[in-house]
């Protein structure tokens, strides 16, 4: 066993055995760097990563590789969902070296931490141009020993132009009707009409920009933005990348057409898939978008919640394929003899041209994914409902990949927005409790007693990690949703104890946003980047939250740290919006107020729970809601808001003013869809 044995990452975990003789991020590690006078070897990646599995067994676990890696190097490994600050950084100077970046990745750099070579997958032995890692580490150590003097010279550029970025784009005003409209212009450019989604292969589940899609919609009723959206989600629950037995997304698809997946399945493109379809079905009524939506929330409570109540953070790629082989997809891909094992020669081949399962396959080996191919025509529902359970009793036999089980504070934070909602608008309440089960666990180990959140947990234990930018905005949006499903105010008290950490540990002069606190530990640059990647940006997850507060309580200060951070939507919406997606879904919730909805009424009355659910379903972009007793003290929107005649009413404001009080549910829906 190495230094890793007793880590709480599961990453870490599977590199404990390793014969590398690994050190965890430790400033322990870099002093003995500095005593052994020696580089040290950065190896950052995440469990479910497949390409991080076949180097740490190709050369990790060899051990010829780890006698010299042990001798010349101090080896560091990093479990990037852990430390997605140390990743951010070093990423950044991979991206800016090579041109491109990836998991596992390399990175080589003097015991001050400063890098000077990089790379990600190196293969054990000269392939398609590439060097064997034997051959890196043997070069790296050369240098190191032949040429100091140039090794000191590179890593002091990289990091000079690494401290030099900075975002002073914050303050510069809120986005308006024109950056907007040139975003919904840019991405209709990009837009792939024939498969739905943007840009080529691989292509990821645009979920922010869906998000702001719809938002733009509601706000202005353009239906290009709507077509967009529907065409993109019924594309994606058709493909491959979503599991047509037991619901759930996978990470995203090689291919343009969403036909073949990379198989591991985050909690996080779950979450805000589940939210997005939810958004969708409240938008249209579409019956696709309501059972994806369903399918979905019931994937994330079947396979990734925890016995402590939180959701785990993957499921693997990989597992094993029956041979003692670990084989990506292995779990979810058939073949038609297998389908025809499983379910005899009749609804075999109904099954096959249902879900697209060919003789040449559509993966590897003359296996296929199962999708739903636009040509199958109309289903026999009884009949294909008595081949689901078939197909997911005989997949159920094999083995199943691989379960992250730590639980990440953002994600758990996406988790918790999404099932609270999905619940609420299905009248699923076993989905708003495990919503509230998951906040719990937020609170109880996460949060410390001064607000400060913890990045991760495992098994009831908290891990040692401070939470970053994404983990105080996500965490916050979930405990707003949950609030404003549940009409319990103390998930706004503890949103706002976490947005006054973002306001006084994370934003800088002007009102840019950091992805580290001013106290975290220092790193060659600190963290900063407003642009989405599979999940929203720290910067605009902080800046929807900080809008939706200041609408539930009227603060100022939270108002205008949201308009501040906003600054970096107007600059990048026009020229990158498949990238600020989020940012820009929160630019049309500020252009339209956002809408502040007071619920006041009795609890457990049928008339204020059908003004509730009223007010839940209106699209109005952002808008928030509270519900409870007339002149209740749990949600300021309450205050001064008494029964309308003796019955429950709704208040509906906006930008200072308010339309008149309506005991109407049909009324209230009109008012939240204009």
């Known amino acids: 066993m190495n230094r890793l044995a007793g880590v709480t990452s599961p990453y870490l975990l599977q590199h404990a055995d390793n014969p590398v003789d690994w050190w965890p991020w430790t400033p322990e590690a870099f002093e003995e760097a500095r005593r052994r006078d020696v580089p040290v070897l950065l190896s950052v990646g995440y469990s479910a990563c497949h390409w991080c599995h076949v180097m740490a067994h190709e050369s990790f676990e060899d051990e010829k590789t780890a006698a010299y890696l042990n001798e010349h190097f101090v080896p560091v490994k990093v479990d990037r969902e852990e430390r997605p600050d140390v990743d951010a950084v070093y990423m950044e100077a991979v991206q800016a070296a090579t041109g491109h970046g990836g998991w596992p990745m390399t990175v080589f750099m003097t015991p001050d931490a400063e890098p000077f070579y990089f790379g990600t997958y190196f293969p054990p032995e000269p392939r398609h141009g590439s060097p064997s890692f034997p051959q890196v580490l043997e070069g790296v150590a050369v240098a190191w020993r032949d040429r100091r003097d140039e090794v000191g010279e ?43 989604g943007f840009g080529g292969a691989p292509k990821f589940p645009p979920s922010m920009t869906v998000e702001f899609l719809l938002r733009h919609h509601a706000r202005t009723g353009a239906e290009g933005a709507l077509q967009m959206a529907a065409d993109t989600c019924e594309a994606m629950a058709r493909g491959g990348i979503y599991d047509q037995l037991g619901g759930g997304f996978a990470r995203y698809s090689v291919d343009r057409e969403w036909v073949v997946p990379h198989f591991e399945k985050m909690l996080y493109d779950n979450a805000l898939l589940c939210r997005v379809y939810a958004h969708l079905w409240r938008a249209t009524g579409s019956d696709l978008a309501r059972r994806v939506a369903l399918e979905t929330a019931d994937f994330m409570v079947r396979e990734l919640r925890t016995a402590e109540g939180g959701f785990a953070s993957a499921l693997d790629a990989d597992s094993d394929d029956g041979t003692g082989r670990h084989v990506e997809g292995a779990f979810y891909v058939w073949t038609p003899d297998r389908l025809r094992e499983v379910l005899g020669e009749d609804d075999a081949a109904y099954a096959a041209h249902h879900y697209g399962v060919t003789e040449e396959g559509t993966f590897e080996e003359g296996a296929s994914v199962l999708r739903l191919p636009q040509d199958a025509g109309v289903a026999d529902a009884e009949r294909l409902g008595r081949i689901r359970e078939r197909l ?111 306001l006084d540990r994370f934003t800088g ?71 600020v997606g989020w940012g820009l879904a929160v630019a049309e919730a500020l252009l339209d107020g956002p809408r502040e909805v ?23 972009p952002g808008a928030v809601v509270a519900v409870g007793e007339p002149d209740g003290e749990e949600f300021p929107l309450l205050r001064d808001r008494p029964l309308v005649d003796g019955r429950p009413a709704a208040y509906v404001c906006r930008h200072f003013t308010c339309d008149a009080p309506t005991t109407d549910p049909a009324r209230l829906a009109e008012l939240l869809s204009r």
Request: proline letters at 4%.
């Open 154 to 196: 590179v890593a002091g550029n990289i990091v000079r132009e690494l401290s030099g970025r900075s975002l002073a784009v914050a303050g510069k005003g809120v986005p308006g009707e024109q950056e907007l409209a040139q975003a919904l212009l840019g991405l209709t450019r990009e837009y792939d009409e024939r498969h739905g």
């Open 392 to 502: 997911l009793a005989a997949r159920a036999e094999r083995a199943r990949p691989g379960r992250d089980d730590k639980v990440v504070a953002a994600w758990n934070g996406l988790a918790v927005a999404a099932l609270a909602e999905t619940g609420a608008y299905f009248d699923r309440p076993d989905l708003v409790e495990r919503a509230t089960e998951a906040a719990d666990l937020l609170v109880r180990l996460h949060l410390d007693e001064a607000g400060r959140l913890a990045r991760t947990s495992k098994d009831g234990r908290r891990g040692a990690n401070a939470g970053v930018l994404e983990d105080y905005g996500d965490v916050a949006e979930g405990f707003l949703a949950l609030a404003a499903v549940t009409g319990e105010g103390v998930w706004l008290d503890f949103a706002g104890f976490l947005l006054d950490h973002v």
């Open 509 to 579: 002069e002007g009102g840019q946003l950091y992805d580290t606190a001013h106290d975290a530990e220092a790193l060659i640059r600190r963290p900063q980047d407003p642009t989405d990647n599979a999940t929203p940006s720290g910067w605009t997850a902080a800046a929807g939250a900080l809008l939706s507060y200041a609408a539930q309580t009227g603060s100022e200060p939270h108002r205008t740290a949201a308009e501040q951070a906003l600054g970096v939507v107007q600059a990048l919406g026009p020229r990158a919006p498949r990238f």
């Open 598 to 620: 007071a619920v006041a009424g009795p609890r457990g009355e049928d008339a204020t729970r059908a003004l509730h659910r009223a007010a839940l379903l209106g699209t109005a």
